[in-house]
């Protein structure tokens, strides 16, 4: 393994206790004439300034942060630039005092200009320090790519960002492994002085979630700098086993010329209450706002009790006489699970089915449909002790074919939701809404009402185990039968794949995304009752076997298909699905048996016919495909592809598919496995994946 030595010019000025917001520029008060202006500039990086103690009268509202690039400041030409704050205004807007703020340049970098000022115009510098022409400024290091050795771990770039993270850029990694950690220490990866680094999500997990080209930033522990380790990389914690890691080497003196970690400073808000509150759901979900006819804006703050990438979801409802999803336009925010930064789109619901990209049909951002905008900015999130409070704001009225402009002459019909944000980074199917009984109204032209405060959980809970599913050993040339049903939360698809799905995926011999085990030279058949409704998109499930792990080829790029290699075609059936009441919780189960019980089979025709998928497994089948939908992504899951499938295993699968189509709507299928199956017969998913690990460890040791 490579061994990356990195080595930094020493840092010219002397280091004190200021160091750890940068390198010193200069402070206001040496330059400040008027409206009380103070504070200490540092160049954390090639980008940003940290003012530590900023103060402001407030008392001119034209004024704003502003670099140039001429001597004097009372010289400036206009090829400056306007510093936004962190909330996007380009203007000061309020009195501070002795506040701290971090800012970022727009354009080019802190060497590029040669002053900082407070200003209202070239004629007008309330204040200014100098950026010295010989300023040395922290910078990340880039340590470029790396490849893995197992679980697709790889990264295009891997960033010492400052002196206690690590960016990782393009992040793959498929998070099938259990007890799978980034993981760090002062020597080679096996040493007992390794350990693990936090994962970004701040909610309780057994093991990495997948990543899929992401962005991701790890932090050190308290008490650790990067002089302190000499690696990064992802372990196997149960096996010991590491899927890949990259070297450095930083010392002491070559740490003092990274950019200093700076938590991004709580900047105080203007002191802006918003009007009126409703409670969506007790304890859990408040939406607050105030409305601004003189400036067509409302502004909405969204208040919950939600974890890392779940999203919350309100506005205008489909419909003008209830509640109704289909139709509905509604603002979705959520934390980035990557970044912990909080993000907000504008969301048309045009079907019940998830996001089709490339054609905007589904529960997809206006941009991505035709004539779509995004008209809903983002002022500020965070999250504190399981609160999350997101604040945006939206025009009352647009332009925007999609937007349903804000009626404050009375009450109006709304939707809301809580669900979590799929990997493509759009919304999955909610796990919380109105219940259909209760169709929720919302006055927008109320002067005053409030909400109770949220009260922060007692504890965290503990990490949501999933479902023991058991596999499907195909011992011959046998048949499945494929239908709908739901996805099972956190206790079925999204724990089991270790991604959030849609809310819907397949059910094979009447169990959840089994893994099935096939032979190479042997034919399976698949009964296929999915959905064939092709005009629309929410009843269309085609299904097909391909190496893809997240299916839905329909709405890839051609660039994405053409990575893919599909062992069986697309074959669609008649609509049937397994379903459950609107109050049932898959979190409450312990056992998927006992959750399934609590489904119906329903057919939507009378005397449905399966579409038949043939498939015969050739000799250079690899040896892990996947059973997916071609419309959607995430519906399915694994199959194992083996020369033998277990000779010991006495797990049946039903091979009589006479009576599959009857002339009612009920179709029976064979669940019953042999009480004398030996233990391989209940090896769960994540058992498969721990003799996965075993094996490498194994291969470590011949």
Request: with cysteine.
């Amino acid at each position: 393994m490579e061994r990356l030595l990195i080595s930094f010019m020493l840092v010219a000025q002397v280091f004190g206790a200021e160091t750890e917001y940068g390198n010193l520029v200069g402070s206001f008060e040496d330059e400040a004439t008027t409206n009380n202006i103070a504070g200490t500039v540092y160049a954390v990086d090639d980008s940003r300034f940290y003012i530590k103690g900023f103060t402001f009268d407030g008392n001119l509202a034209c004024a704003a942060f502003y670099a140039g690039t001429t001597d004097n400041p009372q010289d400036d030409d206009g090829s400056g630039a306007v510093i936004p704050l962190k909330s996007g205004s380009e203007i000061l807007g309020r009195p501070y005092q002795t506040e701290d703020l971090l800012i970022t340049l727009p354009t080019n970098e802190v060497n590029d200009y040669k002053w900082l000022s407070v200003r209202c115009s070239s004629s007008e510098i309330l204040a200014y320090v100098v950026i010295q022409s010989d300023l040395t400024v922290p910078s990340p290091t880039h340590l470029g790519p790396f490849s893995g050795i197992q679980h697709d771990v790889q990264a295009k770039n891997v960033i010492l960002l400052n002196r206690k993270q690590i960016r990782f850029v393009g992040l793959h990694y498929d998070g099938d492994a259990p007890g799978a950690v980034f993981w760090t220490g002062p020597d080679i990866p096996r040493t007992r002085t390794s350990f693990e680094v936090p994962h970004p999500q701040s909610s309780p997990v057994t093991q990495l979630p997948r990543y899929m080209g992401d962005t991701v930033t790890v932090t050190l522990p308290d008490g650790y700098t990067l002089s302190d380790v000499k690696f990064i990389g992802i372990w196997c914690v149960p096996f010991r086993v590491n899927f890949g890691h990259k070297t450095f080497d930083v010392s002491p003196q070559d740490e003092a010329n990274l950019p200093p970690m700076i938590m991004e400073p709580t900047e105080a808000a203007p002191d802006v209450h918003l009007d009126n509150c409703q409670v969506l759901k007790s304890e859990m979900f408040h939406i607050a706002w105030t409305a601004d006819m003189d400036n067509n804006m409302m502004t909405m703050e969204f208040r919950g009790l939600v974890t890392v990438d779940q999203y919350m979801a309100f506005g205008i409802s489909g419909s003008t006489t209830e509640t109704e999803m289909v139709g509905s336009d509604v603002t979705v925010v959520w934390i980035d699970q990557n970044d912990s930064t909080a993000k907000a789109a504008d969301y048309y619901l045009s079907r019940r089915s998830q996001c089709i990209p490339n054609s905007g049909e589904g529960a997809c951002p206006d941009i991505l449909a035709a004539g779509g905008v995004n008209d809903v900015e983002l002022i500020s999130g965070t999250t504190t002790d399981g609160i999350t409070v997101i604040r945006v704001t939206r025009p009352l009225s647009t332009n925007d074919p999609l937007d349903k402009p804000f009626d404050l002459s009375g009450s109006v019909y709304v939707s809301w939701a809580i669900g979590f944000i799929n990997p493509t980074g759009h919304t999955a199917k909610h796990d919380i809404l109105p219940s259909p009984q209760r169709s929720v109204m919302v006055n927008f032209g109320l002067t005053s009402s409030q909400c109770p405060a949220l009260k922060a959980p007692d504890e965290v809970p503990d990490a949501t185990e999933p479902w023991v599913i058991e596999p499907i050993i195909a011992e011959g040339n046998d048949t499945f039968v494929a239908m709908i049903g739901p996805s099972g939360g956190q206790k079925g698809y999204q724990g089991i794949a270790n991604q959030v799905g849609w809310g819907i995926a397949w059910y094979i011999n009447d169990t959840l995304i089994p893994e099935l085990h096939v032979r190479r030279g042997n034919t399976y058949t698949f009964l296929i009752f999915g959905g064939d409704d092709e005009s629309d998109p929410s009843l269309y499930h085609p299904f097909y076997i391909s190496d893809n792990r997240d299916g839905g080829y329909i709405q890839k790029e051609p660039s994405e298909q053409k990575k893919e290699t599909i062992y069986a075609e697309p074959v669609a059936g008649p609509r049937c699905e397994f379903a459950g009441s609107s109050g049932l919780i898959p979190e409450v189960y312990d056992q998927f048996a006992d959750y399934k019980a609590r489904l119906t089979r329903t057919c939507y025709v009378d005397n449905p016919q399966p579409a038949v998928l043939t498939w015969k497994v050739e000799e250079n089948t690899p040896d892990l495909v996947y059973y997916q939908c071609y419309q959607h992504r995430f519906f399915g899951w694994k199959i194992h592809v083996s020369d033998s499938a277990s000779a010991s295993s006495t797990i049946s699968v039903n091979n009589d598919v006479t009576d599959l189509a009857p002339a009612s709507s009920t179709i029976p299928v064979n669940n019953d496995v042999t009480d004398s199956a030996p233990a391989l017969s209940t090896i769960s998913v994540m058992s498969m994946t721990l003799i996965s690990c075993l094996a490498m460890v194994l291969a470590r040791l011949i």
